[in-house]
């Protein structure tokens, strides 16, 4: 990949929603319409999968929400490991984000309601009963 793409990828990923077209292509010093092109490109070769916006839930919600990442024993099913499972588990609207993990847990699951107890109804009535699940530890984060 040449120098001028790795230069607007570093632009793209630390600045995204900040950024227009024409700002990149002035910090770069090419033409608008190549930037354009580039980006189209990239976006098409899937080196640019999306954009992310950071945004700070406190502010919008009437009260703070609770956030617990939760270590997930499971036994991963044959054929398919451990991506039935992480789906499965990913469909619960409580459910942020599903991690494959290395180490003595086999998938992170971020997790987010409304109180603490909230959260261990989801894990004791819904994510545990789960038949392939073996073993969770609950971390709320602080």
Do not use: C
């Amino acid at each position: 990949m040449n120098e001028t793409k790795v230069e607007l990828l570093k632009l793209i990923e630390k600045n995204a929603n900040h950024l227009e077209v024409e700002k990149i292509a002035k910090l770069m010093g090419r033409s608008i319409t190549e930037i354009q092109k580039l980006i189209d490109e990239l976006e098409k070769k899937k080196v640019i999968l999306g954009y992310s916006t950071l945004i700070d839930w406190a502010k919008v919600l009437d009260g703070e929400e609770v956030t617990a990442m939760v270590d997930v024993k499971v036994t991963p099913a044959r054929g398919v490991g451990f991506d039935k499972v992480a789906e499965r588990i990913y469909r619960f609207p409580e459910v942020k984000a599903v991690y494959l993990m290395s180490g003595a847990y086999d998938l992170s699951v971020s997790v987010k309601g409304k109180t603490m107890m909230e959260i261990g109804h989801f894990i004791s009535e819904k994510l545990s009963t789960l038949d392939s699940v073996l073993s969770t530890t609950t971390h709320f984060v602080l």
